[in-house]
T-cell receptor, first 110, second 115 residues
Framework: KNEVEQSPQNLTAQEGEFITINCSYS?????LHWLQQHPGGGIVSLFM???GKKKHGRLIATINIQEKHSSLHITASHPRDSAVYIC????????????FGKGTKLSVKP | DTGVSQNPRHKITKRGQNVTFRCDPI?????LYWYRQTLGQGPEFLTY????????KSRLLSDRFSAERPKGSFSTLEIQRTEQGDSAMYLC?????????????FGSGTRLTVV
């Protein structure tokens, strides 16, 4: 069982729509990361969260530590937002390695 | 600094051949990680280094896989006697430990196809 669950797996939206991607994890963490992966493969780090909320442009990420849940929101979505969005958690062990979700494939239609 | 650089971007090899990938992290980052990602899945941890020391290896890293970071800067990942199941995207990331507020920086990956 994957320790990091994302939903939905696939998401198709019309340009301009508000989008929400969810991530749940199973145990306490030191940080949660939202990552963006385009078809070429490279991963871009969007946010690193340990509490509360962060905003960057049209992207908003929130985390609820008690509920072990995080959401990534995209306002006024655009076709260039089409990508795979991956949630990854850092359990803060000495290793420091990340546990990744399977990703949410977002397609924004013009 | 140009970020995390991985070479080559793509590699096609015949089954049984050896391949080597290189990762150049952000220069001031002391930690370097290798991940493997197969189609439709999230990345899976393979191994990581702090400076030149390899601190952990995943069970996914069979005896055919070896990674080095000899001078604590760039790293290489070698796969010996490649198998079709090794076909995947190999991702490298680096970070500054203890963790800085900007987290991890990823490379663009090396896509390996074993034919």
């Amino acid at each position: 069982k994957n320790e990091v669950e994302q939903s939905p797996q696939n998401l198709t939206a019309q340009e301009g729509e508000f989008i929400t991607i969810n991530c749940s994890y199973s145990v306490g963490i030191s940080a949660l990361h939202w990552l963006q992966q385009h078809p070429g493969g490279g991963i871009v780090s969007l946010f690193m969260l340990s509490s509360g909320k962060k905003k960057h442009g049209r992207l908003i990420a929130t985390i609820n530590i008690q509920e072990k849940h995080s959401s990534l929101h995209i306002t006024a979505s655009h076709p260039r937002d089409s990508a795979v969005y991956i949630c990854a958690v850092d359990y803060g062990g000495s290793q420091g390695n990340l546990i990744f979700g399977k990703g949410t494939k977002l397609s924004v239609k013009p | 600094d140009t970020g995390v650089s991985q070479n080559p971007r793509h590699k096609i090899t015949k089954r049984g051949q050896n391949v080597t990938f290189r990762c150049d992290p952000i220069s001031e980052h002391n930690r370097l990680y290798w991940y493997r990602q197969t189609l439709g899945q999230g990345p899976e941890f393979l191994t990581y280094f702090q400076n030149e020391a390899q601190l952990e290896k995943s069970r996914l890293l069979s005896d055919r896989f070896s990674a080095e970071r000899p001078k604590g800067s760039f790293s290489t990942l070698e796969i010996q006697r490649t198998e079709q199941g090794d076909s995947a995207m190999y991702l490298c990331a680096s970070s500054l430990y203890p963790r800085a507020s900007y987290g991890y920086t990823f490379g663009s990956g090396t896509r390996l196809t074993v034919v």
